[in-house]
């Protein structure tokens, strides 16, 4: 209960993000009288939308690695029962690790994403675009950081339990439900920066 509680929580605050964004896009969103292109129309065309896609295409997959990953800790079912390359006989530790690998991934295209745009001169100060843009895919990349390390909490207790225990599948289904809502929001916040018109 309290981890629905403390997600309600954070729906609230990425609530705010996108209401920042929606309102800084209603005030900077306009083509001005002399033709010249608005702010959101000029600055999101140097936006990468299949280099974001491909990267979301990553984080949405790591969801299913993550639920398959729970579904093995719901039949007390903790590490691999054959070879490392049937995946069918895979445990929560090799699911989990798969999440964290592609979570790191998408984390890692976040940075290059970053990275190029700073390249090309454009920060968190340039304007108003920019300010909202690196505040809301900011937040988020912080909330999967904090996933991942959930997920290497999970799995270092896996390898020093001697068994595992109901209470450690609880603590891996409640990891899913926080990682099934970063990947949701992430979803969003994919579809109204990179897609939705300017």
Not at 30 to 59: C, M, R, W
Not at 147 to 160: D, E, K, Q
Request: with cysteine; charged share 10%; aromatic share 18%.
């Amino acid at each position: 209960m309290g981890t629905w509680v403390w997600l309600a929580s954070e729906l609230m605050f990425f609530a705010a993000l996108f209401a920042a964004y929606f309102m800084v896009r209603e005030f900077t969103g306009a083509q001005a009288p002399d033709g010249t292109p608005s702010l959101f129309k000029e600055h999101s065309g140097h936006l990468d939308p299949v280099f974001a896609g491909l990267n979301t295409l990553i984080l949405v997959l790591s969801s299913f690695a993550c639920q398959f990953g729970v579904m093995a800790a719901e039949h007390g079912k903790v590490k691999r029962s054959a070879g490392l390359l049937n995946i069918a006989k895979w445990g929560m530790r090799e699911w989990y690790i798969l999440t964290f690998i592609m979570g790191s991934v998408f984390i890692g295209g976040q940075l290059w994403e970053y990275a190029n745009l700073v390249s090309e001169g454009f920060l968190i100060s340039t304007n108003a675009y920019w300010s909202v843009f690196y505040l809301a895919t900011g937040f988020h990349g912080l909330h999967v950081f904090g996933g991942l390390v959930a997920f290497l909490f999970i799995l270092g207790r896996t390898y020093l339990a001697r068994t595992f225990t109901h209470e450690q599948a609880v603590s891996a289904m409640v990891i899913s439900y926080y990682w099934h809502f970063v990947d949701v929001v992430w979803i969003i916040l994919f579809a109204v920066i990179y897609l939705l018109p300017n």
